[in-house]
């Protein structure tokens, strides 16, 4: 059973720093693209940054500059390495990822883990 597992969460200050994981498993035969996406309180959800097979980032407007995505392949591990951290960066975070087994391709997602920037 395919399942990815966040942590890292926690509470930062403004300007500070924060690296979550996301660490997928179970009967993988390819992760053709994992990403982060958060969700702040009366907000939508919304795209945050995405990292592809070949190590291609894109990242939405609103992190660029301060957020990047490192990965460890060897343990289909993917992380979000948050700099420079901002009140409105306050959100549920969560990972998904596109993944190919035995049954064909399909999304998940992990359970999401808080982040709270507060001086």
């Known amino acids: 059973q395919v399942q990815l597992v966040e942590s890292g969460g926690g509470l930062v200050q403004p300007g500070g720093s924060l690296r979550l994981s996301c660490a997928a498993s179970g009967g993988i035969s390819r992760i053709y693209a994992m990403g982060w996406y958060r969700q702040a309180p009366g907000k939508q959800r919304e795209w945050v940054a995405r990292?592809?097979?070949?190590?291609?980032?894109t990242y939405a407007d609103s992190v660029k500059g301060r957020f990047t995505i490192p990965r460890d392949n060897a343990k289909n591990t993917m992380y979000l390495q948050m700099d420079s951290l901002k009140l409105e960066d306050t959100a549920a975070y969560y990972c998904?990822?596109?993944?190919?087994?035995?049954?064909?391709?399909?999304?998940?997602w992990g359970q999401g883990t808080q982040v709270t920037v507060s001086s």
């Open positions: 990292i592809t097979t070949d190590g291609i980032t």
């Open positions: 998904k990822a596109t993944i190919t087994t035995a049954y064909g391709v399909a999304d998940y």
